[in-house]
């Protein structure tokens, strides 16, 4: 008998759970709809309070979907770099505090270049670089701003840049000093659309005539500025062509795990080229993609919490207009309230009404918001140089951050109304 009363007594508890689970979603259901209904008859305020909740959220999504495309951009450029590559370098990556001390540091000269060369053992390849920016002519087409940089035969090795059609420079066009070069895509598009472009010869600066013997793999921008917007000539030829005092950035591929050692090496010999005692300090840098990258994390956390802390004062805000809107609200139905509890309607039910109404508030402007701010940054993506990107978890974090708005500011107007006696409700005017 006991045995039979067990399951008996699951059963009632089941069907009990399955009564309170329809009683609550018919419940839920009619407060929605309620909800509703007092927002669209009510236009005007419920408008002023979404539009305010909809343009705080704008502005935060912009925020960190600006923040989400710096740091795509920020990884795209860096696999350019490549994880096992050193550079040496006058200039510290991150030392905008320092900026004299290093300001008056020697150039990175040719002489370093050839001593790493002759004296380290363990780097796979070596390559000298040193930038300017030029106009790029051929014919009676120029393109300005062009990054024009000189290398050698090591530069693909150090820095994964690939050739899409031709060849790459050679150790005898350095010693040569030949007059030929290799285009990004964004020139090959600009000269050359539907033509083969090796064996033109570009006009570059004033003085610089090349044979095009290369084009590169389209690469895209990073940063908002294009990377496929360059010439490489060989270092003899830049050197001739715009001076040889400028100062060089050296890379250094160091082996699969043996990134520190390398480093330890490099700066061993760069500091017996210079000849500085042990007490000295180095006149140089040895810089890594991990610092480069820790800085840039450091300055988006700060931009993070610049974010945050905005989306704080405009959550503030927009729930004061939640509140307040809600607030009128339950006084103007204060009699309906008495009513209803007079007739049955239970606490829970009135609180789950107005909290419905706040959440649905709230929700619609943030939705409107992120609309906003999505399209805004897709718009500052492809006319600045800023980047920007939808990011999923933003916008989950919107959807979610908007919600929970509601809820937050809405409980007390509803938990007033919840709370309000019947006989007190009835007699309000």
Same mark, same amino acid.
């Given at each position: 008998?006991?045995?039979?009363?067990?399951?008996?007594?699951?059963?009632?508890?089941?069907?009990?759970?399955?009564?309170?689970?329809?009683?609550?979603?018919?419940?839920?259901?009619?407060?929605?709809?309620?909800?509703?209904?007092?927002?669209?008859?009510?236009?005007?305020?419920?408008?002023?309070?979404?539009?305010?909740?909809?343009?705080?959220?704008?502005?935060?999504?912009?925020?960190?979907?600006?923040?989400?495309?710096?740091?795509?951009?920020?990884?795209?450029?860096?696999?350019?770099?490549?994880?096992?590559?050193?550079?040496?370098?006058?200039?510290?990556?991150?030392?905008?505090?320092?900026?004299?001390?290093?300001?008056?540091?020697?150039?990175?000269?040719?002489?370093?270049?050839?001593?790493?060369?002759?004296?380290?053992?363990?780097?796979?390849?070596?390559?000298?670089?040193?930038?300017?920016?030029?106009?790029?002519?051929?014919?009676?087409?120029?393109?300005?701003?062009?990054?024009?940089?000189?290398?050698?035969?090591?530069?693909?090795?150090?820095?994964?840049?690939?050739?899409?059609?031709?060849?790459?420079?050679?150790?005898?066009?350095?010693?040569?000093?030949?007059?030929?070069?290799?285009?990004?895509?964004?020139?090959?598009?600009?000269?050359?659309?539907?033509?083969?472009?090796?064996?033109?010869?570009?006009?570059?600066?004033?003085?610089?005539?090349?044979?095009?013997?290369?084009?590169?793999?389209?690469?895209?921008?990073?940063?908002?500025?294009?990377?496929?917007?360059?010439?490489?000539?060989?270092?003899?030829?830049?050197?001739?062509?715009?001076?040889?005092?400028?100062?060089?950035?050296?890379?250094?591929?160091?082996?699969?795990?043996?990134?520190?050692?390398?480093?330890?090496?490099?700066?061993?010999?760069?500091?017996?080229?210079?000849?500085?005692?042990?007490?000295?300090?180095?006149?140089?840098?040895?810089? $890594?993609?991990?610092?480069? #990258?820790?800085? %840039?994390?450091?300055?988006?956390?700060? /931009?993070?919490?610049? *974010? +945050? !802390?905005? =989306?704080?004062?405009?959550?503030?805000?927009?729930?004061?207009?939640?509140?307040?809107?809600?607030?009128?609200?339950?006084?103007?139905?204060?009699?309906?309230?008495?009513?209803?509890?007079?007739?049955?309607? $239970?606490?829970?039910?009135? #609180?789950?009404? %107005?909290?419905?109404?706040?959440?649905? /508030?709230?929700?619609? *402007? +943030? !939705?409107? =918001?992120?609309?906003?701010?999505?399209?805004?940054?897709?718009?500052?993506?492809?006319?600045?140089?800023?980047?920007?990107?939808?990011?999923?978890?933003?916008?989950?974090?919107?959807?979610?951050?908007?919600?929970?708005?509601?809820?937050?500011?809405?409980?007390?107007?509803?938990?007033?109304?919840?709370?309000?006696?019947?006989?007190?409700?009835?007699?309000?005017?």
């Amino acid at each position: 008998m006991a045995e039979a009363a067990v399951p008996l007594a699951a059963k009632a508890r089941g069907g009990t759970f399955l009564r309170r689970a329809r009683r609550f979603a018919a419940e839920l259901r009619d407060a929605l709809v309620q909800a509703a209904t007092s927002l669209v008859s009510h236009k005007l305020r419920a408008a002023l309070t979404i539009s305010g909740i909809s343009i705080g959220i704008t502005g935060v999504i912009i925020i960190f979907m600006v923040g989400a495309g710096m740091r795509t951009s920020f990884a795209k450029q860096l696999s350019t770099l490549g994880p096992n590559t050193l550079f040496v370098h006058k200039w510290k990556w991150g030392s905008g505090n320092d900026w004299w001390k290093y300001k008056n540091r020697p150039n990175v000269s040719m002489l370093d270049w050839h001593a790493l060369v002759a004296n380290t053992r363990l780097p796979v390849a070596i390559a000298p670089m040193v930038t300017t920016n030029a106009v790029v002519a051929y014919g009676i087409k120029e393109v300005k701003g062009v990054e024009t940089r000189g290398t050698t035969a090591g530069y693909l090795d150090a820095t994964g840049w690939q050739v899409k059609r031709g060849r790459f420079l050679s150790e005898l066009d350095y010693e040569l000093g030949s007059d030929v070069c290799l285009i990004g895509a964004d020139l090959e598009d600009a000269f050359f659309k539907g033509q083969e472009p090796l064996g033109h010869e570009l006009r570059v600066g004033a003085n610089l005539r090349c044979t095009v013997v290369g084009t590169f793999v389209r690469k895209g921008n990073a940063f908002g500025q294009s990377q496929d917007r360059r010439i490489v000539i060989p270092l003899s030829a830049f050197m001739r062509t715009f001076g040889s005092k400028r100062g060089l950035v050296i890379a250094v591929v160091a082996p699969e795990g043996k990134v520190l050692e390398t480093e330890d090496e490099v700066v061993a010999v760069m500091r017996n080229a210079r000849r500085l005692n042990p007490e000295q300090e180095d006149t140089f840098s040895v810089n $890594r993609q991990d610092k480069l #990258l820790e800085g %840039f994390n450091q300055t988006m956390l700060a /931009v993070n919490i610049a *974010g +945050g !802390l905005v =989306g704080v004062i405009i959550a503030i805000v927009a729930g004061i207009g939640i509140m307040n809107i809600l607030l009128v609200s339950v006084k103007e139905r204060t009699r309906e309230i008495g009513i209803r509890r007079a007739l049955g309607a $239970r606490r829970s039910t009135i #609180l789950l009404q %107005f909290l419905c109404e706040a959440v649905m /508030v709230s929700l619609v *402007g +943030g !939705l409107l =918001g992120i609309a906003l701010g999505a399209g805004a940054a897709a718009i500052l993506d492809a006319v600045t140089p800023l980047p920007a990107a939808v990011d999923p978890r933003v916008v989950a974090g919107g959807v979610l951050g908007s919600f929970l708005l509601g809820v937050i500011f809405g409980l007390w107007p509803a938990m007033s109304a919840a709370f309000l006696h019947p006989i007190e409700a009835l007699r309000y005017e």
